[in-house]
């Protein structure tokens, strides 16, 4: 599939070329920027891809194009969607998928009225540690789950410039749209559609202007919660998951290590990708359980051969969770998510 990655920034450079360059069946064909650092550095790193200046270019030349990856701002990933849908092509589209839920339905009865393939990139589903904790619950190792625990927080407590620190709207800049997004889609993909959801939203760090702290409480079929936490201003971040059944308990510290490998610029998919020290592995009760291999390769392993590796009704599922937090942090009310 010959693809065209629109946008060269972190998202970009580590969680999308390097992928597009080495799985069969895809090609990095073209990369979007304009900015001229990052030009540079895909002349170097990745020499046989075109440089294209402008989106417009690659909807102008679209047959020359099987598949778009639109890793572009947040406020732009919706747009470059449809567009990309609108001249036929394929598109993996980051997170957050779009700005709402309604939009995000749009999308997928575009892409399903033409055909096409279109994938939300909720590449956290392929963590080692979420992987492990996925295994444990499925082989009901931990009896019935009646509360999953889930966080990203980080130290993080200087503004720094750019959209993601934005106030406007538009930007979708709050860390829940950011890192709470990941967190969603996974409860989602353990437990399925929450029947109702509470959440406290701030904004913590003196001058920010976007959210910077989060907690969403998820209420789904089974009767399990899901606790998930997302905070820029933790000093002491808790455990990356702490997942509590009636027959035991898994809980896991640290972040698993494929983004700061890719970060690194390690090639991926290569012997040993993914995996995790003993020392770093969880426990299961009291007894250490080794930490299945992160496999971010998977996920474009899937869109090599034309599936969608997270269903698009995920994405349209976490939205209504996203819009129905915001809902409940200005309320204070638990809000039915119907």
Do not use: C
């Amino acid at each position: 599939m010959r693809t065209a990655l629109i946008g060269y920034g972190l998202g970009g450079a580590a969680f999308h070329a390097p992928f597009l360059s080495t799985t069969p069946g895809l090609a990095l064909t073209a990369v979007v920027t304009s900015n001229p650092e990052r030009r540079a550095e895909v002349a170097s790193r990745y020499p046989s891809a075109e440089l294209i200046g402008s989106v417009d270019e690659v909807w102008r030349r679209a047959d020359e194009f099987d598949l778009v990856v639109v890793t572009t701002p947040n406020r732009f990933h919706a747009a470059h969607a449809r567009a990309a849908l609108e001249h036929g092509l394929n598109a993996v589209v980051d997170k957050p998928f779009a700005p709402s839920a309604r939009e995000a339905r749009e999308l997928a009865e575009l892409a399903a009225s033409r055909g096409l393939l279109l994938a939300p990139f909720h590449n956290r589903r392929w963590d080692g540690d979420f992987r492990t904790a996925a295994r444990l619950v499925g082989e009901g190792a931990l009896g019935r789950v009646h509360r999953f625990e889930s966080r990203f927080e980080r130290w993080r407590p200087e503004v720094k410039e750019g959209w993601k620190e934005s106030g406007d709207p538009a930007d979708l800049g709050s860390i829940v749209f950011d890192l709470g997004t990941h967190l969603v889609d996974q409860a989602v993909a353990l437990f399925g559609r929450p029947t109702s959801v509470y959440a406290e939203v701030r904004t913590l760090r003196a001058g920010a202007r976007a959210h910077d702290d989060a907690f969403l409480a998820l209420t789904h079929p089974s009767g399990a919660v899901s606790h998930l936490w997302a905070s820029a201003l933790a000093a002491s971040p808790g455990p990356r998951f702490r997942v509590l059944g009636d027959r035991s308990a898994y809980v896991k510290h640290g972040m698993d290590p494929q983004e700061e490998a890719l970060k690194a610029g390690e090639v991926p998919g290569g012997p040993g990708w993914g995996e995790e020290p003993e020392e770093r592995w969880g426990v299961l009760g009291t007894e250490p359980v080794r930490t299945s291999p992160g496999s971010y390769q998977d996920f474009y392993a899937a869109v090599a051969a034309g599936q969608a590796p997270v269903p698009v009704a995920d994405a349209v599922t976490g939205l209504e969770v996203v819009e129905a937090a915001f809902a409940s942090a200005r309320t204070g009310s638990v809000v039915p998510l119907g």
